[in-house]
């Protein structure tokens, strides 16, 4: 892997599916590339990491991924601010997907038991 120590996430894919494994590495790498080969910063993407990790709930990753973000350039501050945008998206989803029909059903209700 060129040196770069394997995320535990993975290890289980390399032991029994290393081609795919190989195939996620290059995607990875490929998309984690620096200025000016790429067309985000390094430490941008690292926050979209974060904020994407976040909004999924994902147990792993978010801090390794904020720490890498620090160490290249970015602010605790900023990384707040991207966790905080992924959560104000995907809660306004969860409300726009099903929580104003709760909130249409609970209106309904009332007006019923008001009559």
């Known amino acids: 892997m060129g040196g770069k120590r394997i995320p535990p996430?993975?290890?289980k894919m390399l032991q029994h599916h290393p081609d795919f494994f190989e195939g996620c590495w290059k995607m990875r790498?490929?998309?984690?590339?620096?200025?000016?080969?790429?067309?985000?910063?390094r430490w941008v993407k690292e926050l979209i990491v974060v904020a994407v990790e976040a909004?999924?709930?994902?147990p792993w990753g978010g801090d390794s991924h904020a720490r890498n973000a620090i160490k290249l350039g970015a602010?605790?501050?900023?990384?707040?601010?991207?966790?905080?945008?992924?959560?104000?998206i995907t809660g306004m989803s969860t409300y726009a997907a099903a929580g104003h029909l709760a909130v249409e059903a609970a209106e309904d209700e009332e007006k019923k038991s008001k009559k």
């Not at 909004?55 to 994902?58: D, I």
């Open 75 to 88: 602010t605790a501050k900023q990384v707040n601010e991207a966790v905080a945008t992924a959560l104000f």
């Open 55 to 58: 909004a999924l709930r994902l």
């Open 29 to 41: 790498k490929a998309l984690m590339k620096e200025l000016p080969e790429a067309a985000l910063p």
């Open 9 to 11: 996430t993975w290890e």
